[in-house]
T-cell receptor, first 113, second 115 residues
Framework: AQSVTQPDIHITVSEGASLELRCNYS??????LFWYVQSPGQGLQLLLK??????LVQGIKGFEAEFKRSQSSFNLRKPSVHWSDAAEYFC???????????FGAGTTVTVRA | GAGVSQTPSNKVTEKGKYVELRCDPI?????LYWYRQSLGQGPEFLIY????????DSGLPNDRFFAVRPEGSVSTLKIQRTERGDSAVYLC?????????????FGPGTRLTVL
C-alpha cells in the first residue's frame, strides 16, 4: 500500500520569501502524485499533479513541484509567497490500479508580513 | 459550474445518536468518494462509489458506518450510534471517472462533533 510522509508540521515564512514543502512517498510502482491546498472552511483544492513525463510540474498560483524517483520525493516550491498562501498543504499519492488517495498529515504554512 | 456541495456544514450531536451527511457531486461525475479528516491529520479514505454501487468500502471503520448512492448522484453517509471518536471533518469528492490518474474534486466538508 502507498503512504506519504510530510516531515514538516508547520512552516513560517516571510511574505516574498521562497517556500519549499517536503513530501516523501512509499509506493512500489510509478505513483500518481498530487498537492492539494486547504484554506479554513474550504475544500481541498488541487495545486498540481504528476502522472508521467516531465518531472518538473507547474501548477496554479505560481506553485511547482519536482518528482525525484531516486529520493521518493515530490517537493512543492514557490519562489515568492503571498499572504494569501497561508493555508494547509497536503501531498497525496495514488496508483494506476487504485482510486483512493493516500494523504500525508499536512503542513501548515504561516506567512508573516 | 457548481462544485461538490455538502450539507450540513456543521453537525453537533450527542453520543449514541444517528446522523446523516449528504454529498452532491459535480453533475455528470460517475465516481464519488468519502474521506474522513481527523484533527491534525490528512484525509483518510472511507468508501468509493462507481455509479450506484459501492466499489470499495474497505475504509469504513466499522459497521456503524454506511453509505448509499441510490441514483448514482447524491450520496449519504450514515453513522449509527455515534461515538466521540467519530468527531471529524467528513469530506466528499467526485471525479468524472474512477481510477488513479483522475483529479478528485473535493467539497468543503461536514464538521461532525459528537458530544
Amino acid at each position: 500500500a502507498q503512504s506519504v510522509t510530510q516531515p514538516d508540521i508547520h512552516i513560517t515564512v516571510s511574505e516574498g520569501a521562497s517556500l519549499e514543502l517536503r513530501c516523501n512517498y512509499s509506493y512500489g510502482a510509478t505513483p500518481y502524485l498530487f498537492w492539494y491546498v486547504q484554506s479554513p472552511g474550504q475544500g481541498l483544492q488541487l495545486l498540481l499533479k504528476y502522472f508521467s513525463g516531465d518531472t518538473l510540474v507547474q501548477g496554479i498560483k505560481g506553485f511547482e513541484a519536482e518528482f525525484k524517483r531516486s529520493q521518493s520525493s515530490f517537493n512543492l516550491r514557490k519562489p515568492s509567497v503571498h499572504w494569501s498562501d497561508a493555508a494547509e498543504y497536503f501531498c497525496a499519492v495514488g496508483a494506476s490500479n487504485d482510486y483512493k488517495l493516500s494523504f500525508g498529515a499536512g503542513t501548515t504554512v504561516t506567512v508573516r508580513a | 459550474g457548481a462544485g461538490v456541495s455538502q450539507t450540513p456544514s456543521n453537525k453537533v450531536t450527542e453520543k449514541g445518536k444517528y446522523v446523516e451527511l449528504r454529498c452532491d457531486p459535480i453533475s455528470g461525475h460517475t465516481a464519488l468518494y468519502w474521506y474522513r479528516q481527523s484533527l491534525g491529520q490528512g484525509p483518510e479514505f472511507l468508501i468509493y462509489f462507481q455509479g450506484t454501487g459501492a466499489a470499495d468500502d474497505s475504509g469504513l471503520p466499522n459497521d456503524r458506518f454506511f453509505a448509499v448512492r441510490p441514483e448514482g448522484s447524491v450520496s449519504t453517509l450514515k453513522i449509527q450510534r455515534t461515538e466521540r471518536g467519530d468527531s471529524a471533518v467528513y469530506l466528499c469528492a467526485s471525479s468524472p471517472t474512477g481510477g488513479g490518474a483522475v483529479e478528485q474534486f473535493f467539497g468543503p466538508g461536514t464538521r461532525l462533533t459528537v458530544l
